[in-house]
């Protein structure tokens, strides 16, 4: 029982900036979201689509994530999102003041694409493992639950 909860927080703490935060923020202020969006992609309109499509991306790749349903390919799935939100929203090369010391709006948003990145790759390992059989076994079985919550060896299979 311990280590069916201690998967389950870890799968938690995983997710958990999208889930209660990021999603809920986009319903609570979605007008605000699509402004900013907008001033990325110059369009209200395309916007509007991808801000509520990364609301459904954060709900539904959440919660196949903390039920282990499709839970590797929702993990692929952020993990694209992740890259791509970084790229899109976190450009520090645009920053006028990027600098290494004293304050710096660059350098605060560099440390925040950064965080994309990082939190990427964690996705990433729980798609594919920490081994090359596991890209293997994703490739083969895209859909295949990892079962997170089985507690003998060869649920992982």
Request: proline share 3%; hydrophobic share 55%.
């Amino acid at each position: 029982m311990l280590a069916v909860l201690i998967a389950f927080a870890t799968r938690c703490l995983l997710i958990g900036l999208f889930l209660p935060f990021s999603a809920l923020d986009k319903v609570l202020t979605f007008k605000l979201a699509t402004g900013q969006a907008s001033q990325v992609v110059s369009s209200r309109w395309l916007a509007t689509v991808m801000i509520t499509g990364g609301f459904g991306i954060e709900l539904f790749m959440s919660l196949a994530i903390l039920s282990g349903v499709a839970d590797r390919l929702a993990a692929l799935i952020l993990a694209g999102y992740c890259l791509v939100t970084a790229l899109l929203w976190k450009q520090f090369w645009n920053q006028p003041d990027f600098r290494l010391k004293g304050t710096s709006r660059g350098r605060e948003v560099f440390w925040d694409f950064l965080k994309n990145f990082a939190l990427a790759g964690g996705f990433l390992l729980l798609a594919f493992g920490s081994g090359a059989a596991g890209v293997e076994r994703f490739l083969r079985h895209p859909l295949a639950s990892s079962h997170p919550y089985g507690t003998v060896q060869g649920d992982l299979q």
